[in-house]
């Protein structure tokens, strides 16, 4: 797929990754409709990409009926859809047994519910549209992106729910994948780790900058725009189907 011909949904879309994908995006000639509940941060997040290229749709992931309707209104808006890029999530941390007791299985719901249920409720619903489109020189007629976590892999202590619905991201990859080969439309997964977003920045600089030592090489916290390159690579490369891509410098979670 050419770069320039994107018309791209990005869930989360209004700051850390997936504003990076979609400044990535607009500035390669894309277009892209950004959906988040933060409806706060979207006027930021427009003038940073400017109106021409891009929406914002107010979207709960969770919300079956709301992800296929606002959907299908980016397709409208932009003309077309042919990238999906799941950048929405919750952190869900606890331990299963804290001190004040088991965990609410409230909490564990709610962070399958957005990471897991939400991914998707969007995966399916582009799909559903996708389909529909002519195809390209290869045959293709959209790419679908999920992120997941290295802690998919190694979850570290309180990290249960989290975990669990990252690791359910990366199952579902492979599968859908193989599905939707039919309709020519690619299914993948990234997997970062410990990456300079705004749930990192409201912990201490000292922690931030410890957590940048514990990766092997390079010895720093991930950048956005590094996810965003590998989200390119992705689109532009159709031999790109049906896995998990780990993006974390080498680093791997200790137990806590």
Known sequence: MRINEIKAVITGGVSGLG???????VASGGKVAVLDVNADKA???????GETSAQYFELDVTSEADVAR????ARDGLGGLNVAVNCAGILGAGRVLGRDGPMPLETFSKAVQVNLIGSFNVAKAAASLMQHNDPDDGKERGV??????IAAFEGQIGQAAYSASKSGIVGMTLPMAREFARIGVRVMTIAPGIFHTPMMDVMPEHLQQALGESVPFPKRLGQPAEFADLVQHIVQNAYFNGTTLRLDGAVRLEPK
């Open 19 to 25: 504003l990076a994908v979609a400044k990535r995006f």
């Open 43 to 49: 006027t930021a997040a427009l003038e940073a990409l």
């Open 70 to 73: 606002v959907i299908e209104r």
């Open 144 to 149: 679908i992106i999920n992120t997941a976590s």
